[in-house]
């Protein structure tokens, strides 16, 4: 396995410039996710990766090499695409052999890591069989067991799980986690799930219009966003967002009046806010309450006034859609048990340590206590 470098990469179609700037190091090892919506860039950047596509300006390294300008196959890569493309004809065995075969591996040599990629995959029981006889995760850890046995520097994965159901992702998101752990393998993957980010991720790189907004670990994404792009995207349901105006500043973080004269106290860095200065709160479903009746809110916490307009009930737990009078929508995540009508007028509550605050320009204030950020009803 090998260590990646990108620098100052650029690809641009004519005038059209679709990457600006790339700087990203992966490092040995690591599962790399590359994520954010539809034509922001990241199947660009992975075909930039494997030599499908030319860059117009900056450094690929893979390992010490310099690949530039090296072609797809001498670059020791191998990648799996969201169609499994299997030949038809051909059955397990002879799919995951084929790559091996035509670079005139030795038989042993080829026999032995097909059927050593095929115990880890777990599908050593299904070798014989042609694809139209395989479910769609089977078919798609014969994809990525074509990829295991080339032994490859890097493994590059673009949206390898779009094709399959809600239950069968889940499934083979946790097998692939796995197999990462049991190569210890460089991988590069290429998703617009973010929960699917969240949940593979060593490091999850978020693309916006050609350019990185932010790469760190999960954590450091949801809990400390670059900008409000990033926190958007970031979390599910998203975050909701509430224009606001800095009224004190101190050690303690920022007080705020919201938009319907409602009082925050946001725990973050000040000092680059200004008395007076318009921000948007940033608060996520998960991290407010609506309060029991007869419970107070403590001094410190944000405690807005708004009406259950609609219910999602997920079992365990809900999502409560509200409206505060202002016209502002709010989404909270609430507890599945507790009794909630629509058109009930509720209290909602969240600790200063659990909102976010973004400038005007949309970067994000430095959170304070971002490890304390539980809901109200957890203290």
């Known amino acids: 396995m090998a260590r990646v470098s990108l620098k100052n990469i650029s690809k641009s179609y004519g005038k059209t410039s679709v990457l600006q700037d790339i700087n990203l190091e992966i490092e040995h090892g690591e599962l790399v996710v590359l994520v954010g919506p539809s034509g922001c860039g990241k199947s660009t950047l992975l075909r930039v990766l494997c030599g499908l596509e030319d860059i117009s ?3 690929l390294r893979i390992g010490e090499d310099i690949v530039n300008d090296l072609p797809p196959a001498k670059r020791g890569i191998a990648m799996v695409f969201q169609s499994y493309a299997l030949y038809p004809h051909m059955s397990v ?3 995951m052999a084929f790559g091996l075969k035509i670079h005139g591996e030795d038989k042993a040599q080829i026999d032995k890591r097909v059927r050593d990629a095929a115990k880890v995959l777990q599908i050593d ?8 006889e395989l479910s769609g995760g089977q078919r798609q850890r014969v994809a990525i067991g074509r990829a295991i046995v080339r032994e490859p520097k890097l493994f590059l994965f673009d949206e390898p799980l779009s094709n399959l159901d809600a239950a069968l992702r889940a499934k083979t998101r946790i097998e692939l986690a796995r ?6 393998a460089t991988m590069v993957y290429v998703t617009h799930d973010q ?4 949940t593979l991720g060593d490091k999850i790189v978020v693309l916006h219009e050609g350019r990185v907004q932010q790469a760190g670990t999960p954590l450091t994404l949801y809990q400390q966003p670059a900008n409000r792009f990033v926190a958007t995207f970031i979390g599910s349901p998203t975050i909701n967002l509430l ?4 009224i004190e500043v101190s050690g303690a973080g920022a007080r705020l009046q919201l938009g319907n004269g409602s009082k925050a106290l946001a725990a973050v860095d000040v000092s680059q806010l200004q008395v007076g200065e318009s921000v948007e709160v940033g608060l996520r479903p998960e991290h407010c309450d609506v309060l029991a009746p007869g419970v107070a809110p403590g001094a410190d916490d944000t405690a807005l006034d708004a009406e259950i307009m609609l219910v999602e009930h997920l079992g365990e737990s809900n999502l409560l859609y509200l409206k505060m009078d202002d016209g502002q929508e709010l989404i909270v995540r609430g507890d599945g048990n507790a009794e909630v009508r629509l058109g009930d007028s509720v209290i909602v509550r969240a600790p200063s340590t659990a909102l976010y605050l973004f400038k005007s320009d949309g970067t994000a204030c430095t959170r304070l206590n971002p490890g304390n950020m539980r809901s109200a009803n957890a203290r």
Do not use: Q
């Open 195 to 198: 929960v699917e980010a969240m």
């Open 125 to 132: 029981h299904l070798l014989e069989r042609l694809p139209r």
């Open 243 to 246: 224009p606001a105006r800095v």
């Open 179 to 184: 197999l990462h752990k049991d190569l210890a």
């Open 93 to 95: 065995y002879r799919n």
């Open 57 to 59: 300006s900056g450094e």
